[in-house]
């Protein structure tokens, strides 16, 4: 390492890193928690689920920066005090990087650290941090309660720090002194020159998109943050606007109709849905029924089931499904929503 143990937590403050996973929290703070914890043993994860779609850095990361990614995970086992991890792999990407990640694990376990593999079958909840820790000890791959959080009671009831890929990237980066302030941003839809891009965190997502040679001469809206979950913006907005969450940017042409747009996120959140509480279950099951059975957008009852799932459901998958939507409606159609109701 090219960082002593006692240095990383104050050159990650310093860095001012945050989590790439799409919350952004503080990466200081949650070390800091995690290493106040008195337990003798603690864990160290790395999350290469990526089941948003159009999102695709942690595929980018694990096919050329995979020895970086596993001494990001290494520099955190070593300020815990530790030498066990696992890798929560997406099983595509796991048949696809299996050798390149072994053949970068390989000269530590040589030294003593032990890692272990949980392929699971690609899901959006899956990349749930407390769906992890289920999935590795055996039980139903279904969220938790936020409370107490993974880094006071995670795997087997032990600490565990939970990073997503990027995030490790980056502390290895830190570590190295190599580290500035950009993020990868995956570009995909209607666009010339898709891909994932390294590029300042600080851009706008019309600065990422010209940088990229990606800028549409034709009108279009773009889906920000995730295939799924992000927030739906236009083309003023952009001039404004930063990627956030995931990072992914999604062109649509502005002739891409209503239904067709509902039709894809309904069917994913159908699909996804882990079915533990039945606001998800159950809304996301009518949503897709309702918007697959008719060429006339129900408004009224769209919205009547996306007012009940920001409220009620158990986690990120149900209460994120109003974000496209209600910002489709108010950035894109432009219309207020009591108009659409009535």
Known sequence: MTTKNSDILEQIKTAALVGRGGAGFPVYMKWKRMKEVENKKKYVVCNASEGEPDVKKDHYLLDHYPETVVKGMVIALDFLGQ???????????????????????EPYEKKGYIFHFFIEKPSYIGGDSGAILNAIEGKRTQPRAKHPSPSILGIFGNPTLVHNVETLYNIARVAEGSFSNTRLYTIGGKVKNPGVFELPDTFTVEEVLRKTNNYSSFPFFAQVGGGASGVVINEEQMKTDTAFGCASIQVYDSETTTRELLLQWFKFYERESCGKCTPCREGTYQLYEMIKKTETIPWKNILAIVDVLKTTTFCALGSSLPIPVESYIKNILKVDRDTLIN
Do not use: C, Q, S, V
């Open 83 to 105: 030498k066990e991890a696992y890798f929560n792999i997406n099983a595509h990407y796991f048949a696809e990087f299996e050798e390149k990640l072994k053949k970068a694990i």
